[in-house]
């Protein structure tokens, strides 16, 4: 189904390795509300989503997802590669080196691994939308965060990039709901599920 291009859908190009950065913005690939829960949770609900132009922006914001959560990959791997052990060892990406030296590993800044119960699939149409429009805000959110605490330029241009996409994947979440809103009518609109419950509560 995909046609991999062997580039980032935005250049990374860091010049100075700095392990403690590595440390706060892995979060974005493995945490809570980062790049691979966001890809596993929109590629997921479409397979439930009765809607085919619904299924169509799942599978176009989860796609785009896989290629978000490659560039994080490629920031992490460029803040850590070349590291000497004194660089390591005086730096927050100490823990992280003994479990898994400078392989990405998807984790939580607070060092917590990934977790599917980092994502929902409810297979309910307006369930599953108002938690894609939950989720691109918090990371909105949190790319925000990162940007407050991130000076170097060459991390924080992907970083601003990540975030607009977010903001972009919003917006297409809210045409989601709104595509929903039309094809369901009010006596089933937030009482039952399509899927199921057709011809109740007429």
């Known amino acids: 189904m995909w046609q991999y291009e062997k580039k980032l859908q935005y250049p990374v190009r860091i010049k100075n390795p700095n392990p403690d950065l590595a440390r706060l913005i892995i ?34 914001v989860g796609t785009e997802e896989l290629a978000h959560l490659e560039m994080v990959a490629a920031i ?19 823990p992280y080196f003994v479990d898994h030296t400078t392989g990405v590993y998807p984790v939580a800044a607070s060092g917590v691994p990934f977790d599917a119960t980092c994502f929902a699939s409810k297979g309910d ?5 108002h938690e894609d429009l939950a989720a691109e805000q918090k990371a909105r959110t949190t790319y925000d965060n990162l ?7 060459d ?5 601003k990039f ?30 039952t599920n399509p899927a199921f419950d057709k011809g109740r509560n007429k």
Not at 48 to 57: A, E, H, R
Not at 125 to 129: E, F, K, Q
């Open 27 to 60: 979060t974005q690939l493995g945490g809570p509300d980062g790049e691979l829960g966001a890809s596993m949770r929109y590629l997921n609900q479409r397979y439930s989503m009765p809607y085919s132009k619904i299924t169509g922006i799942l599978t176009d």
């Open 76 to 94: 992490i791997y460029q803040l850590t590669r070349n590291l000497s052990p004194d660089e390591i060892a005086k730096s927050d990406f100490a």
């Open 125 to 129: 149409v307006l369930t599953d939308i």
């Open 147 to 153: 940007l407050r605490l991130v000076d170097d330029p």
């Open 155 to 159: 991390v924080r241009d992907p970083l």
């Open 162 to 191: 990540l975030r607009a996409r977010e903001i972009v994947h919003y917006q297409r979440f809210g045409d989601a709901l709104r595509i929903a809103q039309d094809q369901l009518d009010c006596s089933n609109f937030y009482m």
